[in-house]
């Protein structure tokens, strides 16, 4: 279920950022969905990534790489 919020901003602010979003081809409305999403998900995406990095933590290479090491392809 959508639920209606009302926010203040500057009108000409509004007046471009429609603008922009119907050369994108949605609306306002939808693009502060999507902002809205990302941004409450960035903690979660955040704490993913420390979860991540600490699974790793067994990982251990033995010694260091060398820079042509690390940037070969």
Not at 14 to 25: Q, Y
Not at 30 to 48: A, P
Request: without cysteine; charged residues 35%; proline residues 1%.
């Amino acid at each position: 279920m959508l639920k209606n919020i009302t926010l203040s901003a500057d009108e000409q602010l509004i007046k471009k950022a429609r603008e922009k979003a119907r050369r994108e081809n949605t609306t306002l409305n939808e693009t502060f969905r999507q902002w809205l999403k990302r941004y409450v998900m960035s903690d979660q995406e955040q704490f993913n990534y420390e979860e991540l990095m600490d699974s790793l933590s067994y990982v251990n290479p033995g010694r260091k790489f060398t820079r042509d090491e690390l940037n070969e392809r």
